[in-house]
């Protein structure tokens, strides 16, 4: 069985600062873990993924996330927000022996100006 | 851009109506998903098919029903929906249906039943 949490439904930032949205995750296997965002009226993009390897994992638009295996968590991270970063972002999981993606409920970043 | 094209974009119907939602890519993937999301939760997986081969079927209602032509299309046929079935409809696609693939979103269509 394969799940993903995340626990704010909402994260507020001013402009800026750095960012941080929380995901954890439990697989039975190892896990493959993804990062999508959706703009408004959009579909999900892409972000990033950990497979293997290096635990910090480099993406699109300057967002990085951490993949900590003792405590089960993938945090997406940004040094510096922008306003253009406001919007929905799931974490991802699934294991070795499923070919379908488990989706966390979704949290809805707001960067202030 | 994505390179997953969904049409249309908006589609209004009323409850006794046949439409159909189309979806195309052409990166030679061989999984193709359906998904539905409703405002603001995450995306429902509704039907995958693999290999032009339903793999997938989550229990979804009969008035929805799946048909993949070929490796590059996929549609989604409706019939007799209900109110609560207004939602955006996501086509998916990723390289294989195992491993470490992410999923290629198109842009979804809004579907609005009156």
């Known amino acids: 069985a394969q799940s993903v949490a995340q626990p704010e439904d909402q994260v507020n930032v001013a402009e800026g600062n750095p960012l941080t949205v929380k995901c954890t995750y439990s697989?039975?296997?190892?896990?493959?873990l993804f990062w999508y965002v959706q703009y408004p009226n959009r579909g999900l993009q892409f972000l990033l993924k950990?497979?293997?390897?290096?635990?910090l994992v480099k993406g699109s638009y300057g967002f990085e996330a951490e993949f900590n295996k003792s405590q089960t968590s993938f945090h997406l991270k940004k040094p510096s927000a922008l306003v253009s970063d406001s919007a929905l972002y799931f974490c991802?999981?699934?294991?070795?022996?499923?070919?379908?993606?488990?989706f966390g409920r979704g949290t809805s970043l707001i960067v202030h100006p | 851009d994505t390179e997953v094209t969904q049409t249309p974009k908006h589609l209004v119907m009323g409850m006794t109506n046949k439409k159909s939602l189309k979806c195309e890519q052409h990166?030679?993937?061989?999984?193709m998903y359906w998904y539905k999301q409703k405002a603001k939760k995450p995306p429902e997986l509704m039907f995958v098919?693999?290999?032009?081969?339903?793999?997938i079927n989550e229990s979804v209602p009969s008035r929805f029903s799946p048909e993949c032509p070929n490796s590059s299309l996929l549609n989604l046929h409706l019939h007799a929906l209900q109110p609560e079935d207004s939602a955006l409809y996501l086509c998916?696609?990723?390289?294989?249906?195992?491993?470490?693939?992410?999923?290629?979103f198109g842009e979804g269509s809004r579907l609005t039943v009156l």
């Open positions: 990166m030679g993937h061989r999984a």
């Open positions: 991802a999981v699934r294991d070795g022996g499923s070919y379908i993606p488990t």
């Open positions: 098919y693999s290999y032009e081969k339903l793999s």
């Open positions: 998916a696609s990723s390289q294989r249906n195992e491993g470490p693939g992410e999923l290629f």
């Open positions: 697989v039975s296997g190892n896990p493959y």
């Open positions: 950990y497979i293997t390897g290096d635990n």
